[in-house]
């Protein structure tokens, strides 16, 4: 399994971003995806998952209601969409792959697979 992330950048606040993950190796099994981010300094937060089949996703608090992830199994592609930015949502963002439902979905030990990162930066 291989994820390569994209669509980070610098945004104003209260703008968007869409970040893609595009994930080899999960054409077959069930697998559940998903979002970290990490602040400078401190530990990997879980931002949002997903199962391949897109039938169930789950948010963090902080950014419920805000972000959206889905999934794209034609083109083997995660997405989250990222609205109405603020400065602390300025983090690096990593896409996250695991087969089968993880116990704790928030907790970055249940994922296999991780990508390389993107840099979200927030800021006027």
């Known amino acids: 399994v291989l994820l390569v992330e994209s669509g980070g950048g610098l945004v104003q606040p209260g703008g968007s971003l869409r970040l893609t993950c595009e994930a080899s190796g999960l054409s077959a099994g069930r697998y559940y995806v998903g979002w970290f981010r990490q602040f400078p300094g401190k530990e990997r937060e879980w931002v949002a998952v997903?199962?391949?089949?897109?039938?169930?996703?789950d948010y963090a608090d902080s950014v419920k209601g805000r972000f959206t992830i889905s999934a794209d199994t034609a083109k083997n592609t995660v997405y989250l969409q990222m609205n109405s930015l603020e400065p602390k949502d300025t983090a690096v963002y990593y896409c996250?792959?695991?087969?089968?439902?993880?116990?704790?979905?928030?907790?970055?030990?249940?994922?296999?697979?991780w990508g390389q990162g993107t840099q979200v930066t927030v800021s006027s």
């Open positions: 997903v199962t391949w089949n897109g039938g169930t996703t």
């Open positions: 996250v792959a695991t087969l089968g439902q993880p116990s704790r979905w928030y907790d970055g030990r249940a994922y296999d697979y």
